[in-house]
């Protein structure tokens, strides 16, 4: 049953054109570290994830490839689902969009939105670009024109197709968008609500000789534009549960979605027209679009052409998952454009993770053992407040700032937090002071001190870097409970317990290292 419990989430349905690249990566990590932080919080995820997979651009590169369409399909999202379980992604649902129970949903919604009469057949004429599946506001009378996005010539179409009636919608949609909660970041609902002003157009739905595409109930020679059919996956991703693949199970499926996380080049689509089809066919529409930014390498735009897309697969052979994961997380404001830069990576990797967090655990567990037995030490005095409220604090920003998907802020707090602790220790020197047996106490109780600040460090890393955060906390000999609020409290630590000899946490990468 729903319950407030449940948080539903969705990274888009990747388009099997290409394989994966970084960019969908970026946008899986951050749902991950979403739907590991709601987790974490107490809720009940459904993180879903998937593919989009008709259409005329895949029937033709499908061609050019000598393949059939279904083969190119198979071939590329089996790549997406092995990256994902190669990342360790925490998906629960992986949808397809030519899964049969797929054109069941399509045919539901479908019904119900030609119900509402929502649905009437007219001429689309216009110059048409394949790469984005889309009608261009182009003049007739143009000379070959040419999509500004592909750079490839557009093609003149004169069709019968299916419209959906989105000018009946304008009103709602209008209050949609300017309303608080729905499109984030707010420079990106601004850009919608202009669009919105100039007045919504009804959409062609259907096409006629496209072949791969799902076929229209009731029209012969009309398959569903591929947008139509991929939103719906959504739907079809929900109603994965084990039960029947009916519109009325939804509500009680985990619909509707709570967060659609996008990039922002198909942001109109999810917040103009994906909200007005679930109006018209009788849904609830999604709580809140988040639309990210682009990511540039070097500054430059990445692309085939240009020889320059980055593997995420090659990415992660040769540094694992949790530079990966921190890069992109930290350096990057979610929402925001974000630049990939060889030389930032690996500065951030050495300086915030080896040097940082790994120095402060590995030259704290060494004292620890030394002084105490290969344990953590007694407790008899109370230690200075400082690194304790510093602690908790950092706990309350931590989670304030997950809350608001800003991970940059939340990675910076738990840097900081790992610099104050080091500083700690400096000033302290326990190192001098435990050549006196009269300080035996105090220093007891400043390594217990910067030991627990480093478990806490450990548990607030759990959604972002869940790998080195299982790796610190071994090390730590503290087994994290399931939801981290019963972890996030000062002096969970268990005083005499043996600490294992610590190793690094994380190789420091080469400087020299091309990425
Ligand atoms: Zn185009």
């Known amino acids: ?73 198979n071939n590329i999202s089996s790549k997406y689902s092995e990256l994902w379980n190669t990342l360790n992604i925490t998906y629960d649902r992986f949808v397809r969009t030519t899964d049969a129970n797929h054109q069941n949903v399509v045919n539901q919604f479908f019904n119900n939105v030609k119900k509402s009469g929502d649905i009437y057949m007219g001429n689309q ?40 009636r989105l000018s009946k919608y304008q009103t709602k949609i209008e209050q949609l968008v300017t309303s608080n909660d729905f499109i984030h970041p707010i420079s990106r609902r601004n850009e919608i609500i202009k669009f919105v002003s100039k007045g919504l157009k009804d959409f062609s739905i259907s096409r006629v000789n496209v072949t791969w595409g799902l076929p229209v109930p009731g029209y012969d020679g009309h398959t569903f534009y591929v947008w139509f059919d991929a939103l719906l996956g959504y739907l079809t991703a929900t109603l994965n549960n084990g039960g029947e693949y009916k519109l009325e199970q939804l509500e009680r499926s985990g619909w509707p979605a709570d967060l659609h996380v996008i990039g922002k080049d198909i942001l109109r689509f999810h917040a103009i027209y994906w909200p007005a089809m679930c109006m018209s066919a009788g849904i609830d529409i999604p709580t809140r679009i988040y639309g990210h930014g682009f990511l540039t390498r070097e500054g430059n735009k990445m692309g085939k052409s240009l020889g320059n897309v980055l593997n995420p697969l090659t990415l992660y052979e040769l540094v694992g998952i949790d530079p990966i994961r921190w890069y992109l997380l930290r350096d990057i404001n979610f929402g925001f454009d974000g630049d990939f830069q060889n030389k930032r990576f690996i500065d951030l990797i050495n300086n915030d993770l080896a040097n940082t967090i790994g120095n402060l655990l590995n030259r704290t567990i060494t004292m620890s053992r030394k002084w105490f037995n290969n344990k953590v030490p007694i407790v008899t005095v109370n230690g200075n407040e400082l690194i304790k409220s510093k602690s908790v604090h950092t706990i309350n920003i931590v989670r304030k700032e997950l809350d608001r998907y800003n991970f940059l802020k939340a990675s910076e707090g738990i840097i900081e937090l790992a610099k104050q602790s080091n500083i700690y220790l400096n000033d302290n020197a326990p190192w001098v002071a435990i050549k006196n047996d009269e300080n035996y106490d105090e220093v007891s109780a400043c390594i217990y001190d910067v030991l627990e600040s480093t478990r806490i460090i450990g548990i607030l890393l759990q959604p972002l870097l869940p790998n080195l955060s299982s790796i610190m906390l071994k090390q730590l000999s503290y087994s994290p409970e399931k939801v981290w609020a019963n972890d996030l409290v000062w002096g969970k630590l268990e005083q005499d317990i043996e600490l294992p000899t610590p190793k690094p946490i994380i190789n420091r990468l080469d400087t020299n290292i091309e990425i």
């Open 1 to 73: 049953m729903l319950t407030n419990h449940l948080f539903t989430i969705t990274t888009p349905l990747y388009y099997v054109n290409d394989r994966p690249h970084l960019g969908s990566c970026y946008t899986t990590i951050a749902c991950d570290a979403i739907s590991r932080f709601k987790r974490l919080e107490g809720k009940e995820v459904i993180f879903i994830t998937g593919v989009d997979e008709h259409g005329q651009k895949i029937q033709r590169t499908a061609e050019s490839n000598s393949i059939s369409a279904e083969e190119h399909c």
């Open 125 to 164: 004429k216009g110059w048409y670009c394949v790469g984005c599946e889309e009608f261009k506001d182009i003049s007739e009378n143009t000379e070959r024109p040419q999509c500004d996005i592909h750079k490839k010539d557009l093609e003149w179409r004169n069709e019968e197709n299916l419209f959906f």
